[in-house]
């Protein structure tokens, strides 16, 4: 069967860093991403690795081990507006639907 | 980036109605789009997946003769919520598929949010 392991929350505080991890178990693998999603909105994309290595955009960073079906997802300088839900998403194979984790809860605190 | 709109953003029906949710992506052509729910607090849940021109393929557990999905056109795809009642009340989230030469990647729509009472 197919799953995706992330923690359900996580708590940091106002301008640290944060991972949130996911592991995953599917029967095919071709990449991973990270969505972030407020509270009655849609999610949006913020990264995506198909092969192993940290791939990074800003403030946010996303690593993939392939061997170890395995990545996480790294926050830095964390802000307010970061509180959110994340969800890590597997694409099984190339151009084909996505399967999302059960997302992971940030709390920032101040 | 490419832009999906949905429409309606909101629905209020009464139980036994059927309600159209329509997906659009604005600025591209897409001839695969996806249909999730998330209910409260929990995750995406990959309903259906659209094909431009063919019968949508339904995820596991998913009534097709209650969510008629038709993707009659790149850039438009339609879910109706057939007969709904109070249990169907979820969010619901298009995405589109944009493929170029060298990459691809799905852009989700704001959802509609959709109450049976």
């Known amino acids: 069967g197919q799953s995706l392991e992330q923690p359900s929350e996580v708590t940091a505080v106002e301008g640290a860093i944060v991972q949130i991890n996911c592991t995953y178990q599917?029967?095919?693998?071709?990449?991973l991403s990270w969505y972030q999603q407020h509270d009655g909105g849609a999610p949006t994309f913020l990264s995506y690795?198909?092969?192993?290595g940290l791939e990074e955009t800003g403030r946010f960073s996303s690593f993939l081990s392939r061997s170890d079906s395995y990545g996480y997802l790294l926050l830095q300088e964390l802000q307010m507006k970061d509180s959110a839900s994340y969800f890590c998403?597997?694409?099984?194979?190339?151009?084909?639907?996505?399967?999302f984790g059960k997302g992971t809860r940030l709390h920032i605190l101040p | 980036g490419a832009v999906v709109s949905q429409h309606p953003s909101w629905v209020i029906c009464k139980s036994g109605t059927s309600v159209k949710i329509e997906c659009r992506s604005l600025d591209f052509q897409a001839t695969t789009m996806f249909w999730y729910r998330q209910f409260p607090k929990q995750s995406l849940m990959l309903m259906a997946t659209?094909?431009?021109?063919?019968?949508?393929?339904?995820e596991q557990g998913v009534e097709k003769d209650k969510f008629l999905i038709n993707h009659a056109s790149l850039t438009l795809s339609t879910l109706t919520v057939t007969s709904a009642h109070p249990e169907d009340s979820s969010f619901y989230i298009c995405?589109?598929?944009?493929?170029?030469?060298?990459?691809?990647?799905?852009?989700f729509g704001p959802g509609t949010r959709l109450t049976v009472t």
């Open positions: 995405s589109a598929l944009l493929k170029d030469r060298s990459s691809y990647e799905q852009y």
């Open positions: 998403a597997v694409e099984e194979r190339r151009d084909d639907k996505i399967i």
């Open positions: 659209s094909n431009e021109g063919s019968k949508a393929t339904y």
């Open positions: 599917t029967s095919g693998f071709y990449g």
């Open positions: 690795n198909a092969l192993d």
